[in-house]
């Protein structure tokens, strides 16, 4: 996906980063069909493949598995996530470089 | 009368305002808003288990951080007679009736407040029903 | 983006302020988000469902004792209140044990709601020391139940949560 | 204001509103408003022992915002007719969404 | 890069989120709630808040034990049920595994 220019942790991948627009919902579009985790304040974590995100934050993943520390708890086929004011979102795109996942966070500020 | 002009009644009387917090403010109503936003003078603070007190000469109280307010019932009273003689001053002067429960409706009131349970404008798309991250309908 | 539809204009004949006009002048249970329990006569409300009370008490129930506190007047903002119970009015003349004797003697006894436990008036000091063991073992009890859930993937609400 | 829509549908009829504080309070629905605020007459508390402050309470309006559940007659609702009322309004907000 | 498989009919496609929800229409869904119960049942309305209305429902319901303290669970049975949206927190249409 990404070739492998330097990039520093929050900016977005190489190739898509021509999209000049900084609207952040714009940005998050940038990166569906990536493998995410999503990170709810509450500490629980789904990984998955993102479908889609919304203005709200809202999301839906594909594959998705349900981490608590890292330990796997359910795992589900499609998932709709609703983006709550209260859950603060993280998203860490995974990006395959070099055969090993490198993960970049992507704060929300949108929720 | 409502509930924001009763408030309005009582600039320079004592109140309690209790914040969502549970901390109170014991003092004197300077001025208000119709956001309910508040500026107190002489001002005694409790936090919320009531075990610390503070002596504010002045401070101003956001409306939506507070629960409720507790006004000395004379105040209440005279809101009311001020209210009556409003009212009489209309009939007098037989202009459109200013108060009452029409002119409550006709206003959308303020603008922000996504915690406040209101539609944008009284007839608009349903408001923040929910506060979902302060984006506006 | 303020938009009014034409298309909602008669059909929002239910709004909040018309749900609450025929309480006015009314003696009304309020319960407030955080537990609070007002009895106080309705003198006016507005869109939001800000509340004017006056001669109110704060009623502290626990299990089965509770306690009166005479308050006065109140403007509540409507965002604290859980809800809003019209009293039958008598009641507050009698408090619940004579309520219930009354309901018998006028075999208005609902037949199958089993005799509601009358509820004891006990002193202030005592419903404070009573109300301070029930939030503690509430918020204790709360902490080891939301550390197991979250074990078990749940997500919890972080933000303060309410007593009522 | 689909559900706005919906629970006016329901007027007069027996409900069991559960509020997030897991008391339930069964009642007739009176009235509702855009917010999803209820008012229930004739109400009985289902756990009288563990709520008893809404002992002496004939009616109640109870805000939206603290209700977890409203418990249904199925019998009343037509399913059918509420997917389609649903996807239309999920049309015209997708519209609107799309104007923002 | 929405997914262009079979589905070609333009309503079947999911561009946004709640598209995932409208293909659950009419269709047994497992719904998780903040705090501690997750429901399953037959959808038949949504909307942007995730206000819900499903029928044949069952609530699971996890409650501590008073003595040992231990999460214990149990079924409610509901014939028709409305949903407040606030509280929800996943929905995860009927491919789940």
């Known amino acids: 996906m990404s070739n492998g220019t330097a990039e520093s942790p929050f900016s977005p991948s190489a190739e898509k980063s021509e999209i000049s627009s900084n609207n952040p919902s714009a940005f998050l579009s940038q990166i569906t069909g990536a493998k995410v985790a999503v990170k709810l304040n509450s500490g629980v974590e789904y990984r998955g493949d993102l479908q889609c995100v919304d203005g709200y934050m809202n999301i839906a993943l594909e594959q998705t598995e349900e981490y608590v520390d890292g330990v796997l708890k359910n795992q589900y086929g499609d998932v709709f996530i609703r983006g709550n004011n209260g859950m603060l979102v993280f998203c860490f795109r995974f990006v395959r470089k070099f055969g090993r996942y490198r993960r970049i966070m992507i704060l929300n500020f949108l929720g | 009368m409502l509930p924001l002009t009763l408030l309005n009644t009582s600039q320079g009387h004592p109140m309690l305002v209790e914040l969502k917090s549970g901390e109170t403010l014991n003092g004197h109503l300077v001025n208000c808003d119709a956001w309910m936003n508040l500026t107190l003078k002489e001002v005694v603070q409790t936090n919320s288990d009531g075990t610390r007190f503070f002596r504010l000469p002045e401070c101003y109280v956001r409306g939506n951080n507070i629960k409720y307010l507790r006004v000395p019932d004379e105040v209440l009273d005279i809101a009311r007679e001020k209210n009556q003689q409003q009212r009489e001053e209309q009939r007098k002067s037989n202009q459109p009736q200013r108060g009452g429960y029409n002119r409550q409706y006709s206003s959308s009131g303020q603008r922000g407040g996504y915690n406040r349970n209101r539609g944008g404008g009284n007839f608009g798309r349903g408001g923040g029903q929910f506060q979902r991250g302060g984006r506006g309908y | 983006m303020e938009n009014t539809d034409p298309s909602l204009l008669p059909s929002i004949i239910f709004t909040t302020a018309a749900q609450l006009v025929d309480c006015v002048d009314k003696k009304l249970l309020v319960v407030l988000r955080d537990g609070r329990k007002l009895i106080g006569i309705l003198r006016s409300f507005d869109q939001y469902a800000n509340l004017v009370l006056q001669e109110t008490i704060e009623r502290i129930i626990v299990e089965s004792m509770y306690s009166d506190i005479q308050r006065g007047v109140y403007i509540v903002r409507g965002e604290n209140v859980v809800l809003v119970g019209e009293i039958v009015s008598f009641t507050l003349f009698f408090g619940s044990v004579a309520f219930d004797l009354l309901l018998t003697y006028l075999n208005l006894k609902d037949p199958e709601k089993e005799n509601s436990i009358p509820l004891r008036e006990v002193s202030l000091d005592e419903i404070y020391a009573a109300q301070q063991d029930e939030i503690d073992n509430r918020r204790r009890r709360e902490l080891t139940k939301n550390s197991k859930l979250i074990d078990i993937g749940f997500s919890i609400d972080t933000q303060q949560e309410d007593m009522y | ?100 | 890069m929405a997914d262009t498989g079979a589905d070609q009919l333009d309503d079947t496609i999911v561009s946004e989120p709640l598209d995932l929800v409208r293909l659950s229409l009419n269709e047994r869904v497992f719904v998780k709630l903040k705090g501690d119960r997750e429901i399953r049942g037959r959808l038949h309305a949504y909307d942007s808040h995730c206000n819900l209305v499903l029928s044949d429902v069952e609530e699971t319901v996890y409650i501590m034990d008073d003595e040992d303290e231990d999460l214990k669970t149990i079924q409610k049975q509901s014939e028709m049920l409305f949903v407040r949206g606030d509280a929800v927190v996943l929905i995860s249409p009927p491919t789940q595994s």
């Open chain 4, 1 to 100: 204001m689909l559900f706005f829509s919906f629970f006016k549908t329901l007027i007069d009829e027996q409900v069991i509103v559960e509020l997030k504080n897991d008391m339930s309070v069964r009642g007739t629905l009176k009235s509702v408003d855009q917010f999803l605020n209820i008012k229930l007459d004739d109400v009985s508390v289902v756990d009288e022992v563990k709520y008893p402050h809404l002992s002496a309470v004939k009616n109640v309006f109870i805000r939206g915002s603290v209700v977890r559940y409203v418990h249904l007659p199925g019998a009343v609702v037509d399913t059918a007719l509420l997917e389609d009322a649903t996807r239309k309004e999920a049309a015209s907000q997708a519209s609107k969404m799309g104007g923002r």
